[in-house]
C-alpha cells in the first residue's frame, strides 16, 4: 500500500500523455534540429554540428514507419525517469508519499510532457542519464528497512553505467561533464578506483568508435567540430577587441556596433548571415575556424570574466524566474507549447545531409502523405493544460536550492552531489557554452527533484547503531568498544 500513491500518479501522468497523443498523431516538429535528426536516421553520417546518436534510434525504429511510435517511446521514456527517482528514494528512505511529490513535475509538467512529443532528443538523453545515475547510486544509498550498509555499485553496473554514459553524449554532447562528475563520484568511495576504471572504460569505448567513424568520413578524430562557433556566440555580444587584444587575424570576429546593438542572442546570432563567422569563412565548422572561434572565445572569457559570469548568470535567472522569455527568438520559444494547427514544413535540401527535404524524409520515414496531424479537442485539450500545469522558476530553484543543502548534510553527501551535480550541469553547461535555451532546463528538472529528495532524506535518516562485535572463540557478542578505541578507527 506504500506505493499506492506513486501508482496512481503514474498513472495520471500515464493519461495525460495518453491526451497529448490523441491530439497530436505522430510527433511534434522542432524547425531545424527534428528535420536534421530524422535526415541522418534515413542517411546515417557524421554532422560536424552535432552528434547523431538520436538518429540512430530513429533508424532503429524506421522500419516501423511510425512516428507516433517514437512518441510514444518517447513518453515511455519520461515515466520510466519518474520511476526511477520515485525507486530511488525509497531505497533511500523517503515514504511513498514524499517520493511521489518528489516525482510529481516528472510525471505533470506541460513542458517536459510536450517535449516527450517532439522529434527532439532530449527524451531519450534524459532516459540515459536517469538510468546511469540509478545503477551509480543503488547500493550507494543505504537502505533505511533493508538492513544493508551503502556500498559502491558492482563492476557491472558501472560497466553499464558508463555505456549508458557516453551514449548520452553521443545523443547530445551537453552530457560530457557528467563522465568526469561519475568518476569523481566513485573514486570519492573507499576502493573506488576498480569500479572507476570499469566505468571510464565503458564510457569512453562508444565516443571512441564515434570519433573514429568521425575522422573516417570529415578527416577529425572529433565528436563535432562546431564548439567553437557556440562559443564564439557566447562571448561575442561581449567581447571587446580593445580590451582582449585578439591576433590580427581574429578582429574581424569582434562584431560591429550596429550588430552589436541588435541585440541578437547568441544562440539566434551565430545563424545569421551577417555574423563575422558567416562573412569570414565559408564553412564555419572546419576544423582550423572552429579552432580559431574557440581561440576568440577563450581569449575574450579570460579578459571579460565578469562579463562571461553576468551572461551565465542572466541565463540562469530566466531559468529560475516567474516569467517565460521569448528566448533566442519568439519563434523559437513557441515551438516548446502544444500546438492547435499543423506546423508548416520548410522547403529547400539540406536539413539532414543531401537527398531530401524536410517533408520528403518525413513522408518516407512516416510512409505517409500526412505526417504532421492535429486532432481537435485533444490538443486544444494539452494546449489549455500547458497554460496551467508546469513547474515555476521559482520552484525550480527551490529544488536546486533544497539538493544543495543536502551536499552539505553528513550523510549521504556523496549520492546528493551525484544527483545536484548532474542537474546543475545540464542546467549551466549549455547556458555557459552555447546560450540559454528552455529545452536545456526541462532534462535539468528530474535531477534536481532527485536531489531535494534525497537532501530531505538524508536530513531525516537515523543514525544507525553500532553492530556488536563478536569474538571468534565463542561465538558470544562482546561488549560495544568506546569511539576512542583504535581498533573501531577504519
Not at 543503488?138 to 550498509?149: A, N, V
Not at 564553412?283 to 579578459?303: K, Q
Not at 497554460?387 to 527551490?398: I, Q
Request: net charge positive; proline share 9%; charged share 15%.
Amino acid at each position: 500500500m506504500s506505493h499506492l500513491p506513486f501508482v496512481v500518479a503514474l498513472l495520471g501522468g500515464a493519461a495525460v500523455r495518453c491526451v497529448a497523443t490523441l491530439g497530436h498523431p505522430g510527433v511534434l516538429w522542432f524547425t531545424g534540429d527534428s528535420y536534421f535528426y530524422l535526415g541522418r536516421a534515413l542517411r546515417p553520417e557524421p554532422s560536424p554540428s552535432k552528434t547523431i546518436g538520436y538518429s540512430f534510434l530513429l533508424r532503429l525504429l524506421e522500419p516501423a514507419h511510425s512516428l507516433a511510435l517514437v512518441a510514444v517511446l518517447q513518453h515511455l521514456m519520461g515515466l520510466a525517469v519518474a520511476v526511477l527517482v520515485y525507486a530511488l528514494l525509497r531505497r533511500a528512505g523517503l515514504p511513498g508519499w514524499g517520493a511521489t511529490l518528489c516525482a510529481l513535475p516528472i510525471l505533470y509538467d506541460a513542458y517536459q510532457i510536450q517535449l516527450e512529443h517532439l522529434l527532439m532528443a532530449e527524451a531519450l538523453f534524459t532516459f540515459l542519464i536517469a538510468a546511469a545515475l540509478a545503477l551509480l547510486l543503488w547500493r550507494t544509498l543505504p537502505s533505511r528497512t533493508g538492513g544493508t550498509e551503502p556500498r559502491g555499485p558492482a563492476w557491472w553496473m558501472a560497466l553499464a553505467a558508463g555505456l549508458l554514459l557516453g551514449y548520452a553524449v553521443l545523443v547530445r554532447s551537453a552530457g560530457a561533464p557528467l563522465i568526469p562528475l561519475a568518476l569523481l563520484f566513485l573514486l570519492l568511495r573507499r576502493g573506488g578506483w576498480r569500479p572507476a576504471l570499469v566505468f571510464g572504460a565503458a564510457a569512453a569505448a562508444p565516443l571512441v568508435a564515434y570519433a573514429v567513424w568521425f575522422h573516417s568520413v570529415l578527416g577529425s578524430y572529433s565528436l563535432t567540430t562546431s564548439d567553437g562557433l557556440y562559443l564564439w556566440g557566447r562571448t561575442a555580444p561581449f567581447a571587446d577587441c580593445a580590451r582582449m587584444r585578439p591576433p590580427p587575424h581574429q578582429e574581424a570576429l569582434c562584431l560591429d556596433p550596429e550588430l552589436r546593438a541588435a541585440g541578437h542572442a547568441p544562440g539566434h546570432l551565430i545563424w545569421r548571415s551577417e555574423a563575422p563567422p558567416r562573412i569570414l569563412y565559408e564553412n564555419v565548422t572546419d576544423p582550423e575556424h572552429n579552432a580559431t572561434l574557440r581561440d576568440f572565445a577563450v581569449r575574450a572569457i579570460l579578459a571579460q570574466p565578469g562579463d562571461y559570469l553576468r551572461t551565465v548568470g542572466d541565463g540562469l535567472g530566466k531559468a529560475f524566474s516567474p516569467n517565460r522569455f521569448p528566448h533566442p527568438t519568439a519563434a523559437t520559444e513557441s515551438l516548446y507549447h502544444f500546438q492547435d494547427q499543423p506546423q508548416i514544413f520548410p522547403g529547400g535540401r539540406g536539413w539532414g545531409g543531401e537527398g531530401g527535404t524536410a517533408m520528403t524524409d518525413a513522408v518516407r520515414y512516416e510512409r505517409s502523405v500526412h505526417p504532421n496531424r492535429v486532432v481537435r479537442p485533444h490538443a486544444d485539450r494539452m494546449v489549455a493544460y500547458q497554460e496551467s500545469v508546469h513547474l515555476p522558476g521559482p520552484a525550480l530553484g527551490l529544488l536546486f536550492a533544497l539538493g544543495a543543502a543536502g551536499i552539505a548534510t553528513a550523510r549521504g553527501r556523496r549520492a546528493a552531489l551525484l544527483a545536484w551535480g548532474g542537474a546543475a550541469t545540464l542546467l549551466v553547461f549549455p547556458i555557459a557554452s552555447a546560450d540559454f535555451d528552455y529545452r536545456y532546463v526541462v532534462p535539468a528538472m528530474p535531477f534536481a527533484c532527485l536531489a531535494a529528495g534525497l537532501a530531505v532524506t538524508r536530513a531525516r535518516l537515523p543514525l544507525r547503531p553500532r553492530r556488536p562485535v563478536v569474538t571468534r572463540s565463542s561465538g558470544s557478542p562482546a561488549a560495544p568498544r568506546r569511539d576512542s578505541d583504535p581498533a573501531t578507527v577504519p
